[in-house]
């Protein structure tokens, strides 16, 4: 008898704190239920029960082993009852950055939809740590500046990379500007690139400093000409490919990256697995160089 089998008779006779019981529960003979519980015991080397002349009664050991066990049927059943809620065809449900999903995610979403006619998505956008059962979330792509649970299943889509932008006038030296741009949800984010590219920013001479609240309005402030932000070259990319923003010294990987999140393994899920893919084709598709003509 495997674990399962045996954990489901003892879950049974701890409840009910009776053989005969768990017996009638099982629709198994009493005798069936007791030696499940003593092939279970032997295995363990301990016993779970105190026989006595009026009932049985959990051990130390038992009570133990009794508190896992319900934790873990009602997770099963917490589970079951949410894959029986779920209608056929329910909307995979993915939360993102709202940065990356403003900037990069939305305007490909058309893409993902004609490759994947058939997968339902729906895009909630939050950062930092996630709650997948209090969220509704089914994924989460996310940056790896905080610890990840180690209870998810995480998969590296691209790594970051980063680097100044400006409006071109200020890259062509068309127009001065001293003010560097900076984003209190990456604070850090000069310092790296300098420590990555010493020799890019000792020709990068800026000597004045602004804050914005979050990264992309930081990134709309270069755009409006007030000064070098530090950008992720995924969130910059469309601008830089129209002629609104200029990268002139490139970018740089940074030693963080995105990953897709799940609370559920990819491999259990052709859906997770098609939308983790699909992202991957999408990042690098954004990250390399444009074709010469």
Not at 24 to 41: K, M, P
Not at 85 to 111: D, F, K, N, Y
């Amino acid at each position: 008898m495997h674990w399962l089998g045996w954990i489901r008779f003892f879950e049974a006779a701890a409840r009910h704190e009776s053989f005969a019981r768990a017996a009638e529960e099982l629709h198994l003979t009493h005798g069936a239920v007791s030696r499940q519980i003593r092939q279970l015991e032997e295995t363990l080397g301990v016993a779970l029960f105190e026989r006595r002349n009026r009932g049985v009664f959990l051990t130390e050991a038992g009570r133990s082993l009794f508190a896992a066990a319900t934790q873990s049927m009602e997770g099963l059943a917490a589970a079951a009852a949410r894959i029986r809620a779920q209608p056929p065809g329910r909307a995979l449900v993915l939360s993102c950055e709202p940065t990356i999903a403003m900037r990069w995610l939305i305007p490909r979403l058309p893409r993902f939809a004609a490759r994947h006619p058939d997968i339902a998505l729906h895009l909630m956008a939050a950062g930092g740590p996630i709650d997948f059962a209090r969220s509704g979330a089914d994924l989460a792509l996310r940056r790896n500046d905080f610890a990840f649970d180690p209870r998810w299943h995480a998969r590296e889509v691209v790594q970051e990379r980063v680097g100044p932008v400006c409006r071109p006038p200020f890259a062509q030296g068309a127009a001065v500007s001293p003010v560097r741009l900076h984003t209190r949800t990456r604070p850090e984010a000069w310092q790296r690139w300098q420590a990555a590219c010493p020799a890019e920013a000792a020709r990068l001479r800026l000597d004045g400093d602004a804050w914005y609240e979050h990264f992309y309005l930081s990134l709309q402030a270069a755009a409006a000409g007030l000064g070098w932000a530090m950008a992720s070259q995924l969130m910059a990319a469309d601008e830089i490919a129209d002629g609104r923003l200029a990268a002139p010294f490139g970018f740089a990987a940074d030693g963080s990256a995105y990953h897709l999140l799940s609370p559920a393994p990819f491999e259990h899920d052709m859906r997770r697995q098609a939308l983790l893919a699909w992202l991957r084709d999408c990042a690098q598709a954004t990250l390399a160089p444009p074709q010469q003509p």
